[in-house]
């Protein structure tokens, strides 16, 4: 089974911080992605990365950054955490067979609160 | 007008019943059609993929894509209480490394 675990499950942070959150997947899978979910809004992608140090901006990807040093982990972080980035953060992984991509697997999510 | 049009509900049904879960999307580019499953405090969890038109069948889950008419379902049937949860469409146009997800749709199946 694919496993994609994200470094934790609650976090709280206040305004101003630097935050960082980690993903790492088992599976040797070449895509990775970050998204948020917020009722009503639905998943929203953040930023995916097709490979090592690649990286491509999703549908919302201000006031964050990535980094993508090694296959199997990928990290958000945010630069200056605000109120607004209050929201559960959910990573996946997906491999590339062929020209196509497969469905994505995703992590248990990461509940960050910024007070 | 949204790319993908899903219920949020909350729809409840008693054990056993069988539950209709749907989704409209307008981008006629979509080939390939998911299901997650979405437990509380949990990740989405993939229960059907498929890429044609016509039925997929998986022990109690059917998945229906009608791409004439932009309209995909998901069938359960004898709805147990572990079925309980949000049920997410998905869509991926096959060309994009990104998928398109509807809202959800919140399914209680209660004793």
């Known amino acids: 089974d694919v496993k994609v675990t994200q470094s934790s499950r609650y976090l709280v942070k206040r305004t101003g911080e630097k935050v960082f959150l980690e993903c790492v997947q088992d599976?040797?899978?070449?895509?990775m992605f970050w998204y948020r979910q917020d009722p009503g809004l639905g998943l929203r992608l953040i930023y995916f990365s097709y490979d090592v140090k690649m990286k491509e901006k999703g549908d919302i990807p201000e006031g964050y950054s990535v980094s993508r040093e090694k296959k199997e982990r990928f990290s958000l972080i945010l630069e200056s955490a605000s109120t607004n980035q209050t929201s559960m953060y959910l990573c996946a992984s997906s491999p590339t067979v062929g020209s196509h991509n497969q469905p994505q697997h995703f992590g248990d999510g990461t509940r960050l609160s910024i007070l | 007008q949204k790319e993908v049009e899903q219920d949020p509900g909350p729809l409840s049904v008693p054990e056993g019943a069988i539950v209709s879960l749907n989704c409209t999307y307008s981008n006629s580019a979509f080939q390939y059609f998911m299901w997650y499953r979405q437990y509380s405090r949990k990740g989405p969890e993939l229960l059907m993929y498929t890429y044609s038109s016509g039925n997929k069948e998986d022990g109690r889950f059917t998945a229906q894509v009608d791409k004439s008419s932009k309209y995909i379902s998901l069938f359960i049937r004898d709805s147990q209480p572990s079925d309980s949860a949000t049920y997410l469409c998905a869509f991926d146009t096959g060309t994009a490394s990104k998928l398109t997800f509807g809202t959800g749709t919140r399914l209680q199946v209660t004793l």
């Open positions: 599976m040797d899978h070449e895509n």
